[in-house]
């Protein structure tokens, strides 16, 4: 998907028809769901532009509306005080963002880079990744700096396609707190990974201490899905959306996940 360019028409329109967040709005849900519409909105304006065709809208809006799923209720008192996720500034500053950033950046669709030019980067992240880690080992492994700085790495690891490395750092995360955002990633993680009954297992660990967690019951569905148990992810999936509200915008990608088992 094209990005617009700031300064240009393009950004000229995104800016036009982006959907911020509003001073009342002081939940992250609220956040999550305003960036819903934001994204949504570009979609359609890429397919209405000839930039994306119906097969490839239709996949984007799908993983729009998994990430939305899996969003928390609400970070509320976790995210005040200069937020939850700061703590990339405290233990790496600049270096941590600009990796998170390019490692969110990458897209397929645009013209390999000179070899030169990513082993350069390659190189840089590595440093940026062992620079993350020796903060962490210096760092209270139980404290809230030590579980988002985790969170993080296992973030970068995710994105580079370290599945098992990426696990390992959710772990850590969780070893200090129970947490459910967490614990959807892990589980994410292992689903990636092709690790059915072990996502299978930490999952009926995680919900029962959040059990109105949409993330978990989604992803205990999925888990479902992937051991080859399509009676029980229907099952798990239909509660989910007798209890989400009409409006939910990811009401159509469980539904098109249920159309699709077996």
Same mark, same amino acid.
């Given at each position: 998907m094209a990005a617009a360019r700031p300064g240009g028409r393009g950004g000229a329109a995104a800016a036009r028809h982006r959907v911020l967040p509003t001073p009342a709005a002081r939940g992250r849900r609220e956040a999550d769901l305003a960036l819903y519409r934001s994204q949504m909105a570009e979609l359609d304006r890429e397919r209405e532009a000839g930039r994306l065709?119906?097969?490839?809208?239709?996949a984007?809006?799908?993983e729009v509306q998994r990430r939305l799923v899996l969003a928390p209720e609400d970070a509320g008192a976790r995210t005040s005080r200069g937020g939850r996720w700061t703590v990339g500034g405290l233990l790496v500053a600049?270096? $941590? *963002?600009a990796l998170g950033l390019y490692l969110a950046?990458?897209?397929p669709s645009m013209p390999s880079a000179p070899h $030169? *030019?990513?082993?350069?980067?390659?190189?840089?992240d590595e440093e940026m990744l062992a620079l993350l880690r020796s903060r962490l080992a210096a760092i209270d492994p139980a404290s809230e700096q030590a579980q988002q700085g985790y969170v993080l790495l296992g973030n970068a690891e995710r994105g580079r396609g370290n599945l098992g490395a990426a696990a390992e750092a959710y772990r850590r995360a969780l070893a200090g707190r129970f947490d459910p955002e967490v614990a959807g990633q892990l589980a994410q993680v292992l689903l990636e990974d092709g690790k059915v009954e072990e996502a299978t297992r930490m999952l009926a660990d995680a919900l029962p201490r959040a059990p109105e967690s949409i993330g978990l019951r989604f992803l205990t569905g999925q888990a479902e899905a992937r051991a080859g148990r399509p009676e029980n992810a229907r099952r798990l999936w239909q509660a989910?959306?007798?209890?989400?509200?009409?409006?939910?915008?990811?009401?159509a990608m469980i539904e098109r996940r249920m159309a699709d088992l077996p």
């Open positions: 065709d119906a097969a490839a809208h239709r984007a809006t799908l600049v270096p $941590a *963002l950046s990458g897209r $030169a *030019l990513r082993q350069q980067i390659a190189s840089r989910l959306i007798a209890d989400a509200p009409a409006e939910a915008p990811w009401r």
